[in-house]
């Protein structure tokens, strides 16, 4: 099936050009970045101006960037017990996350209703830890819905620990700057910005000490060894100057299509409950549910009618239970197990909101024609 409307933009983005340019010539270039000759230096060029361009995008200094696989392994670079006696991590936590990367155990800060971390529960359990590790992701991959980071990361410093922020749905959607959060550690992923899949990076603030879960070579600055994905960091950081230069008039203009896509949610099937609506969210995202959807089924129907949405997080898709972000929030398990997540990006057009708006209308029809013919059975 060719898809006319992607709208899948949480689970992996556009390559934007600058990036694929990028690792186009990138990939003409021989060379080991490690290596002295001029060959060598020629790639180690290439390297190092990504990690210029990706320091830029969050504000710091290229030495605090270290190249990683992708935002999971960042991740579970930052969580090992090195940082912490004990990791606490908010209940709505991607799930890279939520397997407490090196740590034995994990401990659940519980969210609220409208999908945000219990800032007052936070606290009153960081008052009975020592050394304590805290991952809170900047915005949840699923609702959309922004963490309240920088007030969390004052809360933790004030009681002795360290702050890890995934914040691999936040660059190119909301500001994303390391010191105005406050952050020790940072994730970022390449493909949530343009950039290729399997590249990302974990920043690190001056001082604190990484534990490398590769070891080998002394790639890095020694944090992470084996040989660099040259034309992939190439691709992030092309995409991450992009990104620095574009994302405020592009987050305004996919905003407005995410607005229009609610309305239309809502002019079809008035009982439409869109997830963490009550709290500040990403411009691009929307979560949604109504009573007797099944989110397999709809993602099938949108699916077939060309566009392209997820049910939940894309990397639990091909499970049926309901989300444990969802669970987290509350919300009802019926509605949570039918919940069907668009995202938006860059290059969303008008066009494919009119698709998707399309196929809701024909698959919130034969709900309701379900609906009355058992209403007529009972
Ligand atoms: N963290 C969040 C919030 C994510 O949404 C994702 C991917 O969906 C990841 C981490 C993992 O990133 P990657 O796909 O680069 O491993």
Same mark, same amino acid.
């Given at each position: 099936m060719v898809t006319h409307a992607y709208l899948d933009w949480n689970a992996t983005g556009r390559l934007r050009q600058e990036a694929q340019a990028a690792m186009t010539a990138a990939l003409a270039v021989t060379g080991n970045p490690?290596?002295?000759?001029?060959?060598?230096? *020629?790639?180690?060029?290439?390297?190092?101006?990504?990690?210029?361009?990706?320091?830029?995008?969050?504000? @710091?200094?290229?030495? #605090?960037?270290?190249? @990683?696989?992708g935002g999971t392994e960042a991740n579970m670079l930052?969580?090992?017990? !090195?940082?912490?006696? !004990?990791?606490?991590?908010?209940?709505?936590?991607?799930?890279? !996350?939520?397997?407490?990367g090196r740590f034995? &155990?994990?401990?659940?800060?519980?969210? @609220?209703?409208?999908? !945000?971390?219990?800032? *007052?529960?936070?606290e009153r359990r960081l008052a009975r830890c020592s050394r304590p590790l805290v991952s809170l992701m900047l915005a949840n991959n699923e609702t959309g819905v922004i963490q309240p980071v920088a007030e969390a990361a004052a809360i933790v410093h004030a009681a002795g620990g360290l702050i890890h922020v995934d914040a691999v749905q936040g660059p190119g959607r909301i500001s994303c700057d390391f010191n105005a959060l406050g952050a020790d550690l940072m994730t970022l992923s390449a493909h949530k910005i343009g950039g290729p899949?399997?590249?990302?990076?974990?920043?690190?603030? #001056?001082?604190?000490?990484? #534990?490398?879960?590769?070891?080998?070579?002394g790639q890095e600055h020694g944090a992470r060894a084996g040989t660099e994905n040259v034309a992939g960091i190439a691709g992030f950081g092309a995409a991450a100057e992009a990104v620095a230069r574009c994302w405020a008039d592009e987050a305004?203009?996919?905003?407005?299509?995410? #607005?229009?896509?609610? *309305?239309?949610?809502?002019? @079809? &099937?008035?009982?439409?409950?869109?997830f963490g609506r009550e709290a500040p969210r990403l411009p691009n995202t929307t979560l949604f549910g109504i009573p007797g959807m099944k989110a397999e089924t709809a993602v099938i129907a949108f699916d077939l009618a060309g566009v392209a949405v997820s049910s939940g997080a894309a990397c639990s898709s091909g499970k049926v239970a309901p989300s444990h972000v969802l669970a987290a929030m509350g919300a009802a398990p019926e509605l949570a197990r039918g919940a069907i997540r668009a995202s938006l990006g860059y290059s969303t057009s008008e066009d494919e909101i009119e698709a998707f708006l399309k196929a809701w209308a024909a698959l919130a029809e034969g709900l309701y024609k379900i609906r009355k013919q058992q209403e007529f059975a009972a």
């Open positions: 490690s290596s002295v000759h001029a060959a060598g230096r *020629a790639a180690r060029h290439l390297v190092e101006a990504a990690r210029e361009q990706v320091a830029a995008l969050v504000g @710091t200094a290229p030495g #605090d960037v270290v190249f @990683t696989s930052a969580l090992s017990p !090195v940082l912490g006696e !004990v990791l606490l991590i908010s209940a709505i936590e991607h799930p890279s !996350v939520r397997c407490g034995s &155990a994990v401990e659940e800060i519980p969210a @609220t209703a409208a999908g !945000v971390v219990d800032l *007052a529960a936070l899949q399997g590249v990302g990076a974990l920043i690190r603030r #001056d001082g604190v000490q990484l #534990d490398p879960l590769i070891k080998g070579g305004a203009l996919v905003a407005g299509l995410r #607005d229009r896509l609610e *309305a239309g949610l809502a002019a @079809t &099937a008035p009982e439409t409950v869109i």
